[in-house]
């Protein structure tokens, strides 16, 4: 007999990107940064001393805090440091959204877009808490705020979550209609914006934070992690800001010490040389315009992208599924999602340019061969 819940029973697992282990090959399916950690972020590491390895570390990681808070123009109270922006996700679910029985059929449970990060729904199914999803439009803009908000709010959710730059589209919404939106919600619902792909935005929505003295926006809680802007997938930090009360909320159902002394070492080091990180950023963004450019002079549709990654649809040749599996026996790793409105496109990962030259040559030479 399954000792596991019946809704751990039923759970599909989140799907990673592979992490191949060849050394010869160009990964491009993780949005993983290309470029590595700043030279400041090793030295931390390499820093640390023994006694604060000996000791637990600080509970709430005060000095990242304060650091993050600097850096937004925030206070420290509005700021949660977690073992990456998914331990965030996965609070949220656990605080905000009625589980199972209790929220009775289809209440108190998750909002979210379609498609939008597939880890929403599988942490929605661990906390046995409904998912409504609504359907984004054409150009992966969101629906009307109003419209949205109340088509979650009908449906009884708590929580709200909008990843902006949307994955895996790469469109970013104004931080205006994110306002209305959470307006809308104000009473009912949190509305958790995940802008784990920031940095390679032009805006980000943290003046909904800083408004009227830390907000009449009570119900706004924003994801950050240092995985793609900052080089530290592999680290495993993120942090949330938000109002005083979210972030209380959130901290009474934190692990005790949830993040770790290295890796709070490390996130400081990290968010206390933007400048260094940022020139991994443009270097991104440059190269994102130039893979756009060359991907549809192939005869790719390509959505346009504040992220460091493109979802591209190939309009002649083979089709996406295809491409996907070929470019893998030529060690060229890209993603490809078998969902609705997905399927006949990829995900690439902006890397470095000599990586993205290897896609292209490959891409060519797949062209070229279905040809003969
Ligand atoms: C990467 C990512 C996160 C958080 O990732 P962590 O590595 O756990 O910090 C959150 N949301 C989206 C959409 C992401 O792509």
């Not at 470019?327 to 000599?354: N, Q």
């Amino acid at each position: 007999m399954p000792y596991e819940r019946p809704n751990i029973q039923r759970l599909t697992a989140y799907t990673p990107g592979e992490q191949p282990t060849a050394t010869r090959l160009v990964k491009l399916n993780t949005n993983e940064n290309p470029y590595p950690p700043c030279d400041a972020v090793m030295e931390a590491i390499r820093s640390v001393a023994a006694e604060s390895l000996r000791r637990y570390p600080p509970p709430t990681a005060p000095k990242f805090r304060q650091a993050a808070a600097k850096l937004h123009g925030l206070e420290p109270d509005q700021v949660l440091a977690t073992n990456g922006g998914d331990e965030l996700l996965r609070m949220a679910v656990s605080v905000f959204c009625l589980p199972g029985e209790m929220g009775g059929a289809s209440r108190g449970g998750l909002g979210e877009t379609y498609p939008t990060y597939s880890l929403y729904d599988v942490l929605a199914d661990i906390h046995d808490t409904p998912a409504i999803k609504v359907p984004l439009n054409e150009d992966w803009s969101l629906p009307d705020p109003r419209k949205f908000a109340q088509a979650v709010i009908d449906a009884g959710c708590r929580l709200v979550m909008v990843v902006n730059p949307h994955a895996p589209s790469g469109r970013l919404e104004p931080p205006e209609v994110l306002r209305e939106l959470a307006a809308a919600l104000k009473g009912h619902a949190v509305l958790l914006i995940d802008e784990a792909y920031v940095n390679f935005a032009k805006r980000d929505a943290v003046e909904l934070l800083r408004e009227s003295t830390r907000g009449e926006l009570d119900n706004v809680l924003i994801l950050r992690t240092l995985s793609k802007g900052y080089s530290l997938a592999g680290l495993r930090f993120g942090y949330g800001l938000g109002h005083p009360s979210l972030i209380a909320a959130l901290d009474k159902a934190r692990d005790s010490y949830n993040t770790d002394a290295l890796a709070q070492a490390a996130a400081l080091a990290a968010i206390q040389n933007t400048d260094e990180a940022r020139k991994t950023w443009d270097k991104v963004i440059e190269q994102r315009a130039w893979l756009t450019d060359q991907l549809r002079q192939r005869g790719f549709t390509v959505a346009p992208s504040e992220s460091n990654f493109v979802l591209a649809q190939p309009t002649q040749g083979p089709g996406a599924k295809d491409l996907y599996q070929s470019l893998a026996s030529l060690g060229v790793f890209v993603r490809y999602f078998d969902h609705d409105r997905l399927r006949d496109k990829l995900r690439i990962t902006i890397g470095t340019p000599e990586q993205n030259t290897i896609l292209l040559q490959e891409l060519d030479r797949i062209a070229g061969s279905k040809k003969e």
